[in-house]
């Protein structure tokens, strides 16, 4: 094991290498939250499939595959499609606003006073998607070290939270590109052949396993669905993945460079199922199909290789929780500290807008870690996230973008009653029912639909500066310029 633990040490150490290489060119606000709005089609590719796909899609996929066959690429598959969707329909028009969050983007769309309210409901999405993340370098570095559950939370985590502080979306983008290289190589090219070797070939796999276990759809239908609307729909308005968004270089590169990326997604969808199957032959009566992923690593690979694919599980684990941080911390405070602070403490002195954004990534980063050594249970904390999500702000996100006649309190309507549903549901039928987002989502596109045609449409002028910003005719932001070392 000490070639696998030597590997391991170096990717770690190299991850506070970038973040300290980030540091150097995060210099402004715009270099800091979305890496000067400057990435090309390659990167932008790169760390968009690194933030999607985490530990839930690659330890979480493979526990799938091992339990459903190759049916259980489904959830995977519609993370792919919603980034498909979002890139293909969304992204060129979300990539011209040139803002930092989605509630901006509802400022400018209704008016104003939509965006405290819809940063509190984002800003738990994305809090709880971080801390599901953490919780996951204890099953990595349980298998790697016999590690501690705690130590190994705060470890994992301690490194994620000071590159990304050191350098913000920049650090972020550099390591995100190595952890998609190392995710490649380690579970595509390396961990998918060899376990379908180790379990004798399809042939075999097809001999061993019941039928149900090749059929595309032998997961059920209605949890197709409900992967749909949770993860297709919550692709295409989480603050994670609207802030990888920002940081293409142009709607051309959001448009194709998240198309590369979703078409990846696909590709690694039942590259996961596949190996959960093959575990399935090779070890037919796991204590937990989660276990699945670890086993087949510790078990059928070379010194070396399993020690690169185990840092391939990291790479996952640290690209989402990274992302998911950097959101959660620009939500805090451009969406509900900053608002605040207007309120309560008016002032037009100037402050070190870098400086703030880094200290707000160093808070959120430890209340991270605080949340997740005191949680367990991952699947329940981020179906809240995502129920929370998708049932309070998807349709006033939508409906903003393709429907004119929708007004600001048809957008707060829809958030306050998709939110208390989904919130109530939960409490009533169970946080994993499929009832909170099903009855949330129409409810929520209830409201608004009614409270919009209630009210007043949103001003012309609003309508107008919104339509500028659309087509990227906006002059270009007092925030966005560049800032030169001193």
């Known amino acids: 094991m000490a070639v696998d633990y030597t590997v391991i040490v170096v990717y770690l150490a190299g991850m506070l290498v970038m973040g300290w290489w980030g540091m150097r060119r995060a210099r402004s606000k715009s270099e800091f939250l979305v890496a ?43 993370i792919g499609l919603g980034l498909l969707a979002l890139s293909v329909f969304f992204s060129a028009r979300i990539a011209r606003l040139k803002v930092y969050t989605v509630s901006e983007m509802l400022d400018l769309r209704y008016g104003g006073r939509a965006g405290v309210i819809s940063g509190v409901v984002m800003w738990a999405y994305t809090l709880m998607l971080a801390v599901t993340s953490t919780i996951a370098y204890a099953t ?34 550099l390591t995100d590109m190595v952890q998609f290289v190392v995710k490649t190589v380690g579970v595509l090219l390396l961990l998918l052949p060899i376990a379908v070797v180790k379990a004798g070939g399809f042939s075999e796999m097809k001999a061993q ?43 051309r590169t959001a448009k194709w460079g998240g198309t590369v990326a979703g078409t990846y997604c696909l590709v690694y969808a039942l590259a996961g199922a596949v190996i959960g199957t093959a575990a399935k032959v090779l070890y037919p009566k796991l204590g937990s199909a989660d276990d699945a992923f670890a086993t087949i690593v510790k078990d059928e690979l070379p010194v070396g290789v399993r020690g690169l694919v185990l840092a391939a599980a990291l790479a996952a684990v640290m690209s989402t929780s990274s992302g998911a941080l950097i959101a959660c911390a620009t939500v805090a405070n451009n969406d509900i500290w900053s608002r605040l ?26 209340a991270v870690i605080g949340t997740a050594i005191a949680l367990n249970n991952v699947v329940e904390a981020l179906t809240v996230a995502y129920n929370l999500l998708v049932g309070g702000l998807l349709v ?53 639909v009614a409270v919009s045609l209630m009210t007043r449409p949103t001003e012309a002028a609003v309508l107008a500066a919104w339509h500028e910003r ?16 001193q």
């Open 209 to 251: 396993l019941p039928t149900e276990y090749f059929d595309p759809l032998g997961i059920g239908g209605e949890t197709i669905f409900t992967y749909v609307l949770i993860y297709t729909f919550g692709m295409l308005i989480g603050q994670d993945i609207w802030q990888r968004v920002f940081t293409a270089r142009s709607d």
């Open 140 to 173: 990595i570095f349980d298998v790697l070290f016999d590690m501690n559950r705690t130590v190994a939370i705060v470890l994992g985590g301690s490194i994620v939270v000071a590159y990304s502080t050191l350098g913000g979306m920049w650090s972020i983008t």
């Open 36 to 78: 000067g709005r400057r990435l090309g089609p390659a990167m932008y590719s790169g760390t968009m499939a690194a933030i999607v796909l985490g530990g839930a899609s690659t330890i979480g996929g493979v526990g799938l595959g091992y339990q459903y066959g190759l049916s259980g690429a489904w959830m995977v598959f519609t």
């Open 341 to 366: 602070r207007g309120v309560v403490r008016p002032s037009e002195e100037q402050h070190d807008e870098v400086k703030g954004n880094r200290a707000f990534i160093l808070l959120m980063g430890l």
């Open 396 to 448: 006033p996100i939508l409906g903003g973008l393709l429907w004119r006649r929708g007004t600001v309190q048809g957008a707060l309507a829809s958030v306050v009653v998709g939110g208390v549903t989904v919130s109530v549901l939960m409490a009533t039928h169970g946080i994993l029912a499929n009832e909170p987002v099903y009855y949330g989502l129409l409810s929520s596109l209830a409201a608004y």
């Open 470 to 485: 659309l087509a990227g005719r906006d002059p270009e932001l007092v925030s966005e310029a560049v800032s030169t070392p």
